[in-house]
T-cell receptor, first 110, second 114 residues
Framework: GEDVEQSLFLSVREGDSSVINCTYT??????LYWYKQEPGAGLQLLTY?????DMKQDQRLTVLLNKKDKHLSLRIADTQTGDSAIYFC??????????FGKGTMLLVSP | NAGVTQTPKFQVLKTGQSMTLQCAQD?????MYWYRQDPGMGLRLIYY???????DKGEVPNGYNVSRLNKREFSLRLESAAPSQTSVYFC?????????????FGSGTRLTVV
């Protein structure tokens, strides 16, 4: 099956930018999602990018896709303490099922 | 409220007991999924139902069974609970052929097996 890899932990100061990295494996037409999970809660979809795109921006969020290296990143501009959570990268290939990375814990300090 | 509803939210079982986790969605989605989340492991797929009347195994199906009762409901059953099944269980759904809005997740069932 597919294997999605993420950095496990990131610590930043409030107001800085955060960059969370992910690598995926499938080269077919694939949706790549970023989900946020706050403590004790379910998963909330933040944004997505399709595998034929290079970049997607949505307010403070920027997703960059390097198709050659199968590398995905999520940049959060002006990070706030409310952004502290676990962020999951997930790969959804056209002919397979959704596969998650292990999650990146983002800690934002004042 | 539109979305995915899971019941119960919390459950403690003794080893060997059985129980059924319920999931219902009111968004008319075709596909439904059960995941388990363990610390440091991310979410792993247990079973899924691509459409009403079909179910398939995921990555970690052993010890579980599922039933797609109708288009709205997809239940997960533990016939004889084991401590290794202590986890947080999430149900998710998505429309068939439309992935731009992602998968919608329930708020989870926190299960402890003692």
């Amino acid at each position: 099956g597919e294997d999605v890899e993420q950095s496990l932990f990131l610590s930043v100061r409030e107001g800085d930018s955060s960059v969370i990295n992910c690598t995926y494996t499938d080269s077919s037409s694939t949706y790549l999602y970023w989900y946020k999970q706050e403590p004790g809660a379910g998963l909330q979809l933040l944004t997505y990018i399709f595998s034929n795109m290079d970049m997607k921006q949505d307010q403070r969020l920027t997703v960059l896709l390097n198709k050659k290296d199968k590398h995905l990143s999520l940049r959060i501009a002006d990070t706030q303490t409310g952004d502290s959570a676990i962020y999951f990268c997930a790969e959804d290939p056209e002919y397979s099922t959704l596969t998650f990375g292990k999650g990146t814990m983002l800690l934002v300090s004042p | 409220n539109a979305g995915v509803t899971q019941t119960p939210k919390f459950q403690v079982l003794k080893t060997g007991q059985s129980m059924t986790l319920q999931c219902a969605q009111d968004m008319n989605h075709n596909s439904m999924y059960w995941y388990r989340q363990d610390p440091g492991m991310g979410l792993r797929l247990i079973y899924y139902s691509a459409s009403e009347g079909t179910t398939d195994k995921g990555e970690v199906p052993n010890g579980y069974n599922v039933s797609r009762l109708n288009k709205r409901e997809f239940s997960l059953r533990l016939e004889s609970a084991a401590p290794s099944q202590t986890s947080v269980y999430f149900c998710a759904s998505i429309p068939q052929g439309v992935r731009d809005y992602g998968y919608t997740f329930g708020s989870g069932t926190r299960l402890t097996v003692v």
